[in-house]
């Protein structure tokens, strides 16, 4: 599966950022969709991740109450909406696709070594 990750650039903070990500081929109901980010010199850590048959979603502690992932299944896309956002949200946002995960728990969506298939990368800048 292909991924086009888009939406990223320049926001001061507090502002907000809305990332697509666009999958190739159509996305199946044991598929679960995830956002990575990386910032400059540190590792690559997990943002959020969520089921395409049930939407459920699992969020990484920091961005709780501020960011929202859904996903359109009409256009095969995923969305992560990004509010009152901090300098601690700069980074290179990647979206990547668990495809068999229909026994993944929903704990395990973090774990990125489960991910098959990894878009680009978009990259996201807070300014304070």
């Known amino acids: 599966v292909q991924l086009q990750a888009s939406g990223g650039g320049l926001v001061q903070a507090g502002g907000s950022l809305r990332l697509s990500c666009a999958a190739s081929?159509?996305?199946?109901?044991?598929?679960?969709i995830g956002w990575f980010r990386q910032a400059p010199g540190k590792e690559r850590e997990f943002v959020v991740g969520?089921?395409?048959?049930?939407?459920?979603?699992n969020y990484r502690d920091s961005v709780k109450g501020r960011f929202t992932i859904s996903r359109d299944v009409a256009r095969e896309t995923v969305h992560l909406q990004m509010n009152s956002m901090n300098s601690e949200d700069t980074a290179i946002y990647y979206c990547?696709?668990?495809?068999?995960?229909?026994?993944?728990?929903?704990?395990?969506?973090?774990?990125?070594?489960?991910?098959?298939?990894w878009g680009q990368g978009t990259l996201v800048t807070v300014s304070s």
């Open positions: 990547a696709v668990q495809r068999n995960a229909q026994m993944t728990p929903i704990q395990s969506f973090q774990s990125a070594n489960l991910y098959n298939d």
């Open positions: 081929q159509p996305i199946l109901s044991n598929y679960v």
């Open positions: 969520i089921r395409w048959r049930d939407g459920r979603a």
